[in-house]
Nanobody, 122 residues
Framework: LQLQASGGGLVQAGESLRLSCAGS????????IGWWREAPGKGREGISC???????RYADSVKGRFTISRDNSKYMAYLQMNSLKADDTAVYYC?????????????????WGQGTQVTVSS
């Protein structure tokens, strides 16, 4: 049972990246999927979530710039990140286990993918 995040990298401010989250070993379609990030010296924060039905939720810090999506047939979720800023520099994680986006995908038992580093130079 695992999630694997990928797609991070080093970009300039204003550029875009698309993160992917691949699920295996469990019925991902039955759960919400969240994206979290952890910046240096800061705690981990939820930034986006997509529900089982496709409803999306975004933190104010990324609203209007990031778009979350999912493809249940491929057990995948994505985070399209546009207009990146230096403040977006962080390790990004996908998580699943909750049935709603109330806590950005978290539930009683959670599956965290390994993080992918996003670095935005100003």
């Amino acid at each position: 049972l695992q999630l694997q995040a990928s797609g991070g990298g080093l970009v300039q401010a204003g550029e875009s990246l698309r993160l992917s989250c691949a699920g295996s070993g469990f019925a991902l379609e039955h759960f919400a999927i969240g994206w979290w990030r952890e910046a240096p010296g800061k705690g981990r924060e939820g930034i986006s979530c997509i529900s089982r039905s496709g409803g999306a939720r975004y933190a104010d810090s990324v609203k209007g710039r990031f778009t979350i999506s999912r493809d249940n047939s491929k057990y995948m979720a994505y985070l399209q990140m546009n207009s990146l800023k230096a403040d977006d520099t962080a390790v990004y994680y996908c998580v699943s286990g909750g049935e709603s986006c109330d806590e950005y995908g978290l539930g009683d038992h959670n599956y965290w993918g390994q993080g992918t580093q996003v670095t935005v130079s100003s």
